[in-house]
Nanobody
Framework: QAQLVESGGGLVLVGGSLRLSCAAPGHIFSANVMGWYRQAPGKQRELVADITTGGSPNYSDSVKGRFTISRDNAKNTVYLQMNSLKPEDTAVYYC?????????????WGQGTQVTVSS
C-alpha cells in the first residue's frame, strides 16, 4: 500500500510543461527529504531532484534550469514543475521520502506516474 500518491503525469509535446504532485502523510512528509526519481525503459532509476525538510533543492545536471522542485508543508505535498520538456525526459516518475538523500533506496515510494514527451 503506497503511502506516497503521485499525480500529474501525461503526454506532452516537446517544449511543453507538466507539474507532478506527490502527497504524503504528515508524519512522513515532515521528517524526510522528498525526492523525484525517474526510470526509462531499459535504464536504471535515477535522481531527478530532491528537497530537504528545510527547503534546499538539489537537481541532476540533466534537468537543472528546466525543472523546479518545491514542497508545501501545509499540504504535505511536493511538486515537480517540468518545463522545456525533451523526449529524453520520457520515463515513469516516482516520488520518494527518505531521512537522507543517500538512503533513498530504503525510503517510501509512490506507485509512479508516466510522463511521455512526444515530438
Amino acid at each position: 500500500q503506497a503511502q506516497l500518491v503521485e499525480s500529474g503525469g501525461g503526454l506532452v509535446l516537446v517544449g511543453g510543461s507538466l507539474r507532478l504532485s506527490c502527497a504524503a502523510p504528515g508524519h512522513i512528509f515532515s521528517a524526510n527529504v522528498m525526492g523525484w526519481y525517474r526510470q526509462a525503459p531499459g535504464k536504471q532509476r535515477e535522481l531527478v531532484a530532491d528537497i530537504t525538510t528545510g527547503g534546499s533543492p538539489n537537481y541532476s545536471d540533466s534537468v537543472k534550469g528546466r525543472f523546479t522542485i518545491s514542497r508545501d508543508n501545509a499540504k504535505n505535498t511536493v511538486y515537480l514543475q517540468m518545463n522545456s520538456l525533451k523526449p529524453e525526459d520520457t520515463a515513469v516518475y516516482y516520488c520518494n521520502a527518505a531521512p537522507r538523500s543517500s538512503w533513498y533506496l530504503y525510503g517510501y515510494w509512490g506507485q509512479g506516474t508516466q510522463v511521455t514527451v512526444s515530438s
